[in-house]
């Protein structure tokens, strides 16, 4: 939602959210579920997809560890490629 400017209201995302809420039961669910999966399916298809994680590593003892004292390698998608 951060991404919305106040004046996109009528944006696709603000849309499915709307939509959201007027979930009133199991069958509403299943079936905005099941709208939801084919919009990300629909988005994704043609398109790379990224994510961007934020870690906060400390040890045992709450002291809290700096980005250039540890190495992460993050390994993904079927073939664990980096």
Do not use: W
């Amino acid at each position: 939602m951060q991404s919305v400017n106040e004046n996109e209201i009528d944006a696709a995302i603000v849309q499915d959210i709307l939509k959201c809420f007027k979930v009133n039961n199991s069958k509403d669910y299943q079936i905005r579920a099941n709208e939801l999966k084919q919009v990300t399916h629909e988005n994704q298809k043609n398109s790379d997809r990224f994510c961007m994680l934020v870690f906060n590593i400390q040890d045992d003892q709450g002291t809290k560890i700096g980005k250039d004292d540890y190495d992460l390698f993050l390994l993904a998608g079927k073939q664990y490629q980096p």
